[in-house]
């Protein structure tokens, strides 16, 4: 079993810029790549970036290339979404979750092991 926790979400003004956390405990001597997801109010969860065990190799949805960037520090099993430039449409829950080996990898159902969600809002 594996616990995700996020964290750094708040409330920030467009343009301005937040970094969030997500913090793995239990069984994390296994090797898993990792995603970030969002969920606006009446809309579906989307994957926002995803990043393998490594760290090298990363991928992000279109509407976020060039402002945020995920990293991982796997000694202290935490990964990171750095977010820039951020803009209204960025507001909503966003959670972080492990990818299960052989599943998908830019939809929810190939990942598991949800953390709660850190909320952020983006005000215009």
């Known amino acids: 079993q594996v616990h995700l926790v996020e964290s750094g979400g708040g409330l920030v003004q467009a343009g301005g810029s937040l970094r969030l956390s997500c913090t793995a405990s239990?069984?994390?001597?296994?090797?898993?790549?990792m995603g970030w997801f969002r969920q606006a109010p009446g809309k579906e969860r989307e994957v926002v970036a995803r990043?393998?065990?490594?760290?090298?190799?990363?991928s992000y949805a279109d509407s976020v290339k060039g402002r945020f960037t995920i990293s991982r520090d796997n000694p202290k099993n935490t990964v990171y979404l750095q977010m820039n430039s951020l803009k209204a449409e960025d507001t909503a829950v966003y959670y972080c979750a492990i990818n299960v080996p052989g599943k998908a990898t830019t939809r929810d159902y190939g990942y598991d092991y949800w953390g709660q969600g850190t909320q952020v809002t983006v005000s215009s």
């Open positions: 990043i393998s065990w490594s760290g090298g190799s990363t």
């Open positions: 239990g069984r994390t001597s296994s090797s898993y790549a």
